[in-house]
């Protein structure tokens, strides 16, 4: 059974930056293709940001040039670094495959004031 939990969110002023961490257990993790999600107050959860196994990023129109997504998978680890932050950007990060295949951890909260 694979587990995650995210950490690393916030609060932090429009423009500001912050790093999400992403850590798995469980076998088989390098295998997937994970994804960051993020879900605000009365609205669908959305795919934010997706990378391969080989290294090859996808991103929301809404955060391209501004999120990175990487991938440690020796510890089986993935980041957000998001930058530029923007009130919209406030919601509950979370992390997953990109096909959401394992249970969703806690997340974590990030929050942008204006």
């Known amino acids: 059974q694979v587990q995650l939990v995210e950490s690393g969110g916030g609060l932090v002023q429009a423009g500001g930056s912050l790093r999400l961490f992403c850590a798995a257990s469980g076998r088989g993790c390098s295998n ?3 994804a960051w999600y993020r879900q ?3 609205k669908q959860r959305e795919l934010v940001a997706v990378i391969g196994r080989t290294g090859g ?3 929301a129109a809404s ?3 501004r999120f ?3 991938r440690d998978n020796g510890k089986n680890l993935v980041y957000l670094q998001m930058n530029s932050l923007k009130p919209e950007d406030t919601a509950v990060y979370y992390c997953n495959t990109f096909d959401a295949k ?3 951890g806690q997340g974590t909260q990030v929050t942008v004031s204006s």
């Open 32 to 34: 997937n293709v994970p």
């Open 68 to 70: 990175t997504v990487a």
């Open 57 to 59: 990023t996808v991103y």
């Open 63 to 65: 955060v391209k040039g």
């Open 40 to 42: 605000a107050p009365g």
């Open 102 to 104: 394992y249970d969703w």
